[in-house]
């Protein structure tokens, strides 16, 4: 198991950015492909963008794609979410998350690892 903690949230105008990063600690970080979701009240969890172990493949959900950026630094042990052009329907709790599965980023339920979530709020 690997244990996840993120960090950033916060309030931003829409139109707004701001950079969610999310530590790990445990061995073998980069075993792990990482994910970034969000769930918003009343809403289901949502995976938003997920990155291989070695950062050379991304996936993205439509509704952040060409907003949203995953990066990773297998160094620091950290994966990063930057949002840019923020709306008000990013508000949400965002996590992150970990899977060994390999060569599976689009599916949810390879994700079996999680930080506790930090809060998003994007006001009009």
């Known amino acids: 198991q690997v244990q996840l903690v993120e960090s950033g949230g916060g309030l931003v105008q829409a139109g707004g950015s701001l950079r969610l990063s999310c530590a790990a600690s445990g061995p073998t970080f980069s075993m792990f492909n990482m994910g970034w979701f969000r769930q918003a009240p009343g809403k289901e969890r949502e995976l938003l963008a997920a990155?291989?172990?070695?950062?050379?493949?991304?996936y993205y959900a439509d509704s952040v794609k060409g907003r949203f950026t995953i990066s990773r630094d297998n160094a620091k042990n950290t994966v990063y979410l930057q949002m840019n052009s923020l709306k008000p329907e990013d508000t949400a709790v965002y996590y992150c998350a970990a899977s060994r599965t390999i060569g599976v980023l689009t599916t949810s339920s390879v994700f079996d690892s999680w930080g506790q979530g930090t809060q998003v709020t994007v006001s009009s």
């Open positions: 990155i291989s172990r070695s950062g050379g493949t991304t």
